[in-house]
């Protein structure tokens, strides 16, 4: 961490230090374009002049230039009232602006604040973003009935954790300290007294200060047992007997960080220095970025790129940032791109005028690190949940039939166009429908989730997991032959069966039977989804719980 962190303080520095390199040129091409105004008016030269004064009232401040900052938004708001005028030449503050050229001229020569790279705020990340080692997903579990929390243990360990019990308070808190577990499951009730597990956790928590969530599992349901839970900082309360489901679904929101794909941002800025030092920061909290300092190549870019959200600033060389929303808002594929804007602009009639362009947001250079992150995570957090809605299964989250079918034309063509290979398998829970007439729909439900949830904790990030819709479910596996699948699947298979699912304190266990074709040899979805179809018809017909890998022809 403190390297990575030190290597971003030294591109900052080198930015720092390429802006003070180029700013004695930036301020001399000024001065050459109004010498050129005066000698021989020219609209685009003058609006050519904005611009570059505009870009250095929002990059001076950034790079410790507060005075060169203030001195440029003096002359960008003469220029703008110029521009805005419509006459020209004819102004009255032309006379102005030789003045105040000299003024920013004499601020570019103070030295720039040695605070200009001081750690940012934003080097204090307000979410860890790692993912959790499988070998680390330690929890504990303190029961002092030694066969049910035994029964338990195994149904966690099948889900994918790591289990200790505790059958006492003995050795608990050096535990704790030593091994730092995920999370605690905790019984309310023993020997020592009827809420001698609340009193327990107090007494530790008191000398920890990084302490793991704590579930209370009892038979109490009173309203005293659960006041004191919530006194001692539960993270949850389960009522005993426990409902797997239930507990697996609580363990899973309090120790798992799903981080998702890196958000991609797309900057949009002439000012290289101020775009780059917005990229760094940005990817500094775990973002991709892409930097266009010309319009002209947005096009190029987006659909290879496919932003997440576009940082845009509002005057841009051959248009301005409102045109180019415009632009973006007649594709399809970004209507619902989010759009935030950047400027000096402080005129609220801009501002409204972006946002009914498409824009969602605007920010006023200089733009504070922690507010820029704190922005973009916000739009894009909001976008992705708002796609995940259209895109997502509703009862297991994973992809729904449109997209899956999707992402199974795109992965095949990304492993075709490689020469690489990709797996397609088809799952179908066995006997589902009598699971649904012996113990309901919502039993019926919970087994669905129980295999999505060991799907996303069993296959890779890369591989692409989907519900086809009632028991049928769907796994796509870039570069995996069908060998591999079938490895994967088997141990999935295994695990599965053995899970113990309860309703009305009745336990049933479920299975699943799968079949695998691959590409090559079946080219095309349509013929993958064919084969792995017939597969699995035989995997039924042989008898059930078990995987089959489409034959050859």
């Known amino acids: 961490m403190a390297d990575a962190k030190e290597k971003v303080l030294a591109q900052l520095r080198a930015l720092r230090a390429?802006?003070?390199a180029e700013l004695p040129n930036k301020l001399q091409q000024l001065r050459s374009i109004a010498t050129r105004l005066n000698l021989q008016w020219d609209d685009e030269l003058f609006?050519?002049?904005?611009?570059?004064?505009?870009?250095?009232?929002?990059?001076g401040a950034t790079f410790g230039y507060a005075d060169l900052s203030h001195a440029a938004r003096d002359l960008e708001l003469l220029l703008k009232t110029i521009l805005e005028s419509g006459v020209g030449s004819q102004h009255p503050g032309i006379k102005q602006i030789d003045g105040l050229l000299a003024k920013l001229e004499r601020a570019g020569k103070i030295p720039a604040s040695s605070t200009a790279t001081a750690e940012p705020a934003i080097f204090q990340p307000r979410t860890q973003r790692h993912s959790i080692d499988p070998d680390k997903r330690l929890i504990f579990v303190v029961d002092d009935d030694t066969n049910i929390a035994h029964e338990q243990c195994l149904q966690y360990e099948l889900h994918g954790y790591k289990v200790r019990e505790f059958h006492e308070f003995s050795g608990l808190q050096a535990a704790i300290k030593k091994d730092q577990p995920l999370a605690i499951i905790m019984d309310v009730v023993f020997p020592e007294g009827?809420?001698?597990?609340?009193?327990?956790?107090?007494?530790?928590?008191q000398s920890n200060t990084d302490f793991p969530p704590v579930i209370f599992v009892s038979q109490r349901e009173d309203l005293e047992a659960r006041l004191a839970s919530v006194r001692a900082g539960t993270a949850a309360y389960i009522t005993k007997p426990i409902d797997l489901s239930n507990m697996i679904e609580t363990l899973d929101r309090l120790t798992t960080v799903d981080l998702g794909a890196p958000y991609r941002i797309l900057i949009i800025d002439d000012d290289a220095s101020m775009a780059y030092h917005n990229a760094l920061m940005l990817q500094r909290a775990g973002m991709e970025t892409e930097v266009i300092t010309e319009p002209g190549r947005l096009l190029d870019v987006l659909p290879v790129f496919q932003p997440e959200l576009i940082l845009m600033d509002l005057y841009l060389p051959g248009c301005t940032g409102i045109e180019l929303a415009a632009v973006i808002r007649q594709h399809e594929a970004y209507v619902g791109t989010p759009i935030v804007f950047f400027s000096v602009e402080t005129d609220i009639s801009k501002h409204l005028a972006a946002m009914r362009a498409g824009g969602d947001d605007f920010l006023i250079k200089p733009i504070a690190p922690d507010h820029l992150l704190a922005t973009v995570e916000s739009r894009v957090q909001r976008a992705r949940t708002i796609t995940s809605f259209m895109i997502r299964d509703s009862l297991t989250g994973l992809l729904n039939h449109t997209a899956i079918e999707e992402q199974l034309e795109r992965e095949l063509g990304l492993q075709q166009r490689h020469d690489g290979v990709l797996s397609y398998a088809l799952i179908d829970l066995d006997h589902f429908k009598q699971v649904n007439d012996h113990y309901g729909h919502a039993a019926g439900d919970k087994v669905i989730r129980g295999l999505s949830r060991l799907l996303r904790q069993r296959f890779r990030q890369t591989d692409l997991l989907g519900r086809y819709g009632g028991e049928e479910f769907v796994v796509v596996l870039p570069a995996s032959d069908a060998t591999l699948a079938a490895r994967l699947l088997e141990e999935v298979r295994n695990d599965f069966s053995r899970i113990q699912f309860t309703a009305a304190d009745k336990a049933f266990t479920v299975s699943f039977s799968a079949g695998i074709a691959s590409a090559p040899p079946y080219n095309s979805a349509f013929t993958l989804q064919e084969e792995a179809d017939r597969a699995l018809y035989r995997a039924k017909q042989a008898g059930r719980n078990q995987i089959l890998i489409a034959k050859s022809h």
């Open 18 to 20: 390429q802006y003070a």
């Open 47 to 59: 609006r050519t002049l904005h611009r570059q004064t505009h870009s250095l009232t929002g990059s």
């Open 194 to 205: 009827d809420l001698a597990g609340i009193e327990k956790i107090i007494e530790i928590r």
